[in-house]
């Protein structure tokens, strides 16, 4: 098959995957969850689906939200980011939240430097990859300042490497996503000011071109929102005497409410509910002080929530 056949994609729903970088492998492993199989040939930046009527598409995760926006394709998975940096927020909508692909694009300035402060920055030079959103926030900045035309931020386009801008002496800040902070902090940089926070998104067209995909993009959201929750939870089993039951079921209320199992032991009561991962260890203390006993969690491989 040739990379856009459009006679092999007819009537395929097509699904944008970002092609390389941060969000790629993530969303290899999403697909992979909500067994949607696919087999892509070597070089090629179009897949056909082998279990679905679907055909998935990899384009750079910044040209994504355009390509959903514009209706070339249904469905999409990127960044925040990206979607607010292309001006596609009303074109398309956000569906789920995928809990992968965390940052903040944040300004930075060197550490060491004489600028401390956004309006100590303003009317210098800014080197970025997110021109339209830094573009917005200095120029609110220099109105808010008073900067004429002649003062004010001057904002530099670079496609990567940006936290090199400043010891090039190409910038005085920058504009960059931040995850972990390394990298910020090895080119001697520290933040000054946070545009915005951003993870990686379901996205759909807002007005979709093809209504008939609706149930599809429906089942394909449901099976990812079971891969998000299935990672977000375990479940936690343990055993609780009726007296300790109010306080063991306030500990652990489960999403709509725990299945409560009677035991042979008349006095006993056995409990199962969802607990969020993160809360999972302090349940456990918590569980334990009230004396709930033979206390398991169990990960979940995929679930509907
Ligand atoms: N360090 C990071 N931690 C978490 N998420 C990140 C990080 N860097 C980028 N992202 C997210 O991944 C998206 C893609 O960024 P990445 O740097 O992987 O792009 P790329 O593939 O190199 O470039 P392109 O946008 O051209 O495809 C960003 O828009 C952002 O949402
Ligand atoms: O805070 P950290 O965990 O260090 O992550 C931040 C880095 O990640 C992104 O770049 P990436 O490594 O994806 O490469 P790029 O510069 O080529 O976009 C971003 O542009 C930062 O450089």
Not at 20 to 25: A, I
Not at 89 to 105: I, P, Q
Request: hydrophobic share 45%.
């Amino acid at each position: 098959m040739s990379a856009l056949d459009t006679n092999t994609l007819n009537g395929r729903l097509l699904f944008a995957i970002p092609k390389k970088g941060r969000l790629h492998e993530k969303c290899l492993e999403l697909l992979s969850g909500a067994d949607i199989q696919f087999r892509r040939h070597n070089r090629l930046d179009v897949a056909l689906v082998l279990n679905h009527p679907i055909a998935l598409v990899f384009l750079p995760a910044s040209d994504i939200p355009s390509f959903v926006g514009k209706g070339n394709v249904d469905l999409g998975i990127t960044g925040h980011d990206v979607i607010l940096e292309a001006r596609m927020e009303s074109h398309v909508t956000e569906t789920l939240r995928l809990g992968f692909g965390k940052c903040a694009l944040q300004v930075q300035v060197p550490e060491a430097g004489p600028i401390h402060t956004v309006d100590d920055l303003a009317g210098k030079r800014v080197v970025t990859s997110f021109e339209v959103l830094s573009g917005d926030y200095f120029e609110r900045l220099d109105s808010r300042l008073g900067k004429t035309d002649a003062d004010k931020t001057s904002i530099e386009y670079v496609g990567g490497s940006v936290e090199a801008a400043c010891a090039l002496g190409l910038a005085d800040g920058i504009v960059d996503l931040v995850e972990s902070g390394e990298t910020m902090r090895a080119a001697g940089l520290h933040a000054i000011a946070t545009l915005l926070q951003s993870e990686a998104v379901l996205i759909k067209s807002s007005v979709p071109k093809h209504p008939d995909l609706t149930p599809l993009i429906s089942m394909i959201t449901s099976r990812i929102a079971g891969v998000i929750a299935a990672r977000k939870y375990v479940v936690c089993e343990y055993n609780v005497r009726r007296a300790g039951l109010s306080a063991a079921t306030a500990i652990t209320p489960g999403r709509r409410a725990p299945t409560i199992s009677p035991l042979e032991d008349s006095e006993w009561v056995a409990v199962s509910s969802m607990v969020e991962k993160n809360q999972m260890a302090d349940v456990m203390d918590q569980l334990v002080e009230i004396g709930a006993e033979d206390i398991l969690i169990f990960n979940l491989d995929n679930c509907r929530v």
